[in-house]
């Protein structure tokens, strides 16, 4: 089955720098790549997603880049506030019948010091 | 349109004891899954409906169990409690072939 490695499990930024968390999967049949942030005792919330169809995607300060061939994907976050504090966790979908069937991250814990 | 919906949100339950968890898929979505989030984890597959039908199941023993049903609301079973079932359940519906998920705030149970 699926598996997804994500990196770092904690990042502590500065207001205003930017923030790259990463993931690898196993996988290669996965065309589905979506982002969570989930704030402490709430439900994950999706913040990008990517299809693999598609090499990069952006969202105001939010982008998240897809590379196939290597099987990795990554966040970024430009210009952070100190409301972006909170777990990340990507996620992997091998689509098809596995639609809705995420396999996610560890998750990363962002700590942004204003 | 109202989003998930999941009850209870705080339960304590025994080793060895059942429990039954709840959620209402957002309106007009048919896919309805579960997922177990231990404390510092990322949430982990248990298994999804699809009109009715358990369409996919995760690396879960078959304690764990569920239903969907017509109104596409779910339920989440799980037999015989243990120790290591203490965690967030979170319910997520989605148009199916989507892959997009929306999530309910979940049920936290702890295992006494």
């Known amino acids: 089955g699926e598996n997804v490695e994500q990196h770092p499990s904690t990042l502590s930024v500065q207001e205003g720098d930017s923030a790259v968390i990463k993931c690898t999967y196993s996988?290669?049949?996965?065309?589905?790549f979506p982002w969570y942030k989930q704030e402490l005792g709430k439900r994950p919330q999706l913040i990008i997603d990517?299809?693999?169809?598609?090499g990069e995607k952006k969202d105001q300060r939010i982008a998240v880049t897809l590379n196939k061939t290597a099987k990795h994907f990554s966040l970024h976050i430009t210009e952070t506030q100190p409301e972006d504090s909170a777990v990340y966790f990507c996620?992997?979908?091998?689509?098809?019948?596995?639609?809705?069937?995420?396999?996610f991250g560890q998750g990363t814990i962002l700590t942004v010091h204003p | 349109e109202t989003g998930v919906t999941q009850s209870p949100t705080h339960l304590i339950k025994t080793r060895g004891q059942q429990v039954t968890l709840r959620c209402s898929s957002q309106?007009?979505?048919?896919?309805v899954s579960w997922y177990q989030q231990a404390l510092g984890q990322g949430p982990q597959f248990i298994f999804q409906?699809?009109?009715?039908?358990?369409?996919g199941r995760g690396n879960f023993p078959p304690r764990f169990s569920g239903l969907q049903f017509p109104n596409y609301s779910s339920e989440l079973n799980v037999n015989a409690l243990e120790l290591d079932d203490s965690a967030l359940y979170l319910c997520?519906?989605?148009?199916?072939?989507?892959?997009?998920?929306?999530f309910g705030e979940g049920s936290r149970l702890t295992v006494l």
């Open positions: 996620a992997a979908d091998a689509g098809g019948t596995s639609y809705g069937k995420l396999t």
């Open positions: 996988d290669s049949a996965s065309n589905y």
């Open positions: 309106s007009g979505h048919n896919t």
């Open positions: 997520a519906s989605s148009l199916a072939r989507t892959g997009e998920l929306f």
């Open positions: 409906y699809y009109r009715e039908e358990e369409n």
């Open positions: 990517i299809r693999s169809n598609v």
